[in-house]
């Protein structure tokens, strides 16, 4: 899939969807896990650590959110073997719109997640 394609907004909301779940139950998601759950949605072609997952983490995360000031949905998407998320979410974190203080961490980014969907 390319962000070009047809599907692909279709396949930005099933990720906000997958992604907002998780944050209302307080859980995190590995890269692997959310590739998996696209493809059992029918979007199969979302490889786990390249390609169009960067961009759409990217559009996840301004889904709703155009300003970048409410928190960054993705932020709760991890690797497998560090329970962190990648480089890529904390330059993204730093560059417009999200623009984040020096002193943010991804693990402040995540509980903020957390407390928005809990309340929601």
Known sequence: ???????????????VEILQKRARQGETITYGDLSAELAM???????????????L?????LHSNKDGRSPMLSAIVVNKATQEPSDQFSILARGIPFSRP?????????QNVFTQYREE
């Open 1 to 15: 899939m390319r962000v070009k394609d047809p599907e692909y907004s279709a396949a930005v909301d099933a990720a």
């Open 41 to 55: 949605q029918g979007f199969d072609s979302i490889p786990a650590h390249r390609g169009v997952m960067t961009y």
């Open 57 to 61: 983490l990217k559009d996840a995360c």
């Open 102 to 110: 020096a002193n943010w961490s991804w693990r402040d980014e995540q």
